[in-house]
């Protein structure tokens, strides 16, 4: 809501209107010498108790109300909003994450890999403005999460409730999860497409190979950025034991580091490796800084008149003074 002057007549004239109203709220009335007299008044006013009594200080209400709501609507209060036009388009970025089943496994810090990649995700997606961002997932087979989009609170929601076993996790397809995201960029108009690629081991399933992938990306001028979520060494990860009881038992590192490199590099991007959570949110952190395009944005506001709000409630209010004057209210001369 705005106040809109259409001069500073007006605005004065609001603001005598609104002193008006206080003072015929505050101020009682003007009592004038009475017309017809009387030698004992006591039993006058006790034969005057009654609605018109309990009326009055309704009328005297109602007429500063209106007064106060006439001020108010002078001054031309809007309601609306601002409405943005992209220019020049951002950024178009997919996210493709890992949800085999190794990124159960606990090695950042105290949470789990993809725990650790969901945070440092929403993170990013919060950081970034005007940007498109999609969401791929991928284990054995790669689906798309969510498509394109400047909701970012959506996609923050998609991001919270991922989980691994949300589609079958006994592999890891990269070069499919790679090619899905380039399905989402194909036809993209933006200066720069990205993926960010965020894995913990090496491709061993689909039928897609990552460099074939990487290719692609390279003739439609997407870069990659790869992004190792695995410390190294072996990690504890939770299993469940013949009798269904949940515990830890130890995985090999198996991240295929040659492979993230060159597919980087085939594409203009570049690899980094988190060993721990702190290190994950550093290399978001750094990829968000190397893709910023300046964006061009022209902003509209649309705004409504409001003071058919005020205007009508005062002329009801001004129908119900007059009714009450002319009625309960009657006054003889």
Not at 56 to 84: D, H, M, T
Not at 177 to 186: C, H, P, V
Not at 247 to 271: C, H, K
Not at 292 to 308: C, D, G, I, M, W
Request: proline share 4%.
């Amino acid at each position: 809501m705005i106040i809109a002057f259409p001069g500073l007549k007006w605005g004065i004239a609001g603001a005598l209107l609104a002193l008006v109203g206080i003072w015929a709220l505050l101020v009682p009335w003007r009592k004038g010498s009475s017309v017809l007299r009387f030698s004992d008044v006591k039993p006058l006013k006790e034969a005057i108790k009654g609605r018109r009594i309990l009326a009055e200080p309704i009328q005297k209400g109602l007429r500063s109300l209106l007064l106060v709501l006439l001020a108010i609507a002078l001054f031309r209060p809007q309601s609306g909003q601002a409405v943005e036009e992209l220019l020049s388009p951002g950024v178009d970025i997919v996210i493709a994450l890992d949800l085999s089943d190794t990124m159960r496994a606990e090695d950042m810090g105290n949470r789990t890999r993809v725990e650790a990649a969901k945070e440092v995700v929403s993170e990013f997606i919060k950081g970034r403005t005007h940007d498109r961002i999609g969401l791929v997932v991928f284990a054995a087979r790669a689906y798309t999460q969510c498509p394109l989009t400047l909701d970012y609170a959506l996609l923050e929601r998609l991001v919270s409730e991922l989980t691994v076993g949300t589609i079958k996790s006994d592999a890891t397809a990269i070069g499919m999860g790679l090619a899905t995201a380039l399905n989402r960029l194909k036809d993209s108009k933006a200066r720069s497409k990205v993926i960010i690629l965020a894995t913990d081991g090496r491709n061993n399933s689909g039928s897609i190979e990552p460099e074939t992938a990487a290719e692609m990306a390279k003739s439609l001028g997407v870069r990659i950025y790869a992004v190792g979520v695995a410390s190294r060494g072996p990690a504890r990860i939770k299993v469940k034991d013949y009798f269904g009881r949940e515990v830890y038992t130890q995985i090999m590192e198996d991240l295929n580091e040659p492979v993230l490199t060159s597919i980087a590099r085939t594409t203009g991007g570049i690899f980094r490796r988190a060993a721990d959570s702190e290190a994950l949110s550093a290399i978001f952190n750094e990829i968000s800084a190397l893709e910023k395009t300046p964006v061009k944005v022209r902003v509209h506001h649309q705004y409504s008149e409001a003071f058919l709000y005020l205007g009508i409630p005062a002329v009801l209010l001004l129908l119900t003074e007059l009714v009450l004057a002319s009625t309960v209210l009657r006054r003889i001369p």
